[in-house]
């Protein structure tokens, strides 16, 4: 059974930085893509980064390049969301979630979610 607990969440100003990690357990990690997603309040959710399971491949949604930077570290089964620039619009609670195989171009793709971490950016 796949577990992900995401850590790293919290209150920041427009400008500033903030890091999330998502440690996961249960598969080998590195055959899986991983990727965030984040979920504003009445919005629907929307896929943010995407990282394959050798970590050669990455995906961004529009809004988020230049200022994230999605990575992983397979020996410690973990992923990373480095979040520079904030803004206020970066609101929202942000999940961690594994692919079904080593990439993954779909939300739909994506059959295992953390419990959500709250991220704020004030103005």
């Known amino acids: 059974q796949v577990q992900l607990v995401e850590s790293g969440g919290g209150l920041a100003q427009a400008g500033g930085s903030l890091r999330l990690s998502c440690a996961a357990s249960?598969?080998?990690?590195?055959?899986?893509?991983m990727g965030w997603f984040r979920q504003a309040p009445g919005k629907e959710r929307e896929r943010v980064a995407t990282?394959?399971?050798?970590?050669?491949?990455?995906y961004y949604i529009d809004s988020v390049k230049g200022r994230f930077t999605i990575s992983r570290d397979n020996a410690k089964n973990t992923v990373y969301l480095q979040m520079n620039s904030l803004k206020p619009e970066d609101t929202a609670v942000y999940y961690c979630?594994?692919?079904?195989?080593?990439?993954?171009?779909?939300?739909?793709?994506?059959?295992?979610w953390g419990q959500g971490t709250q991220v704020t950016v004030s103005s």
């Open positions: 979630a594994q692919g079904q195989s080593g990439w993954e171009t779909m939300a739909s793709g994506f059959g295992s």
């Open positions: 990282i394959s399971g050798s970590g050669y491949m990455i």
């Open positions: 249960g598969r080998t990690f590195s055959r899986y893509a």
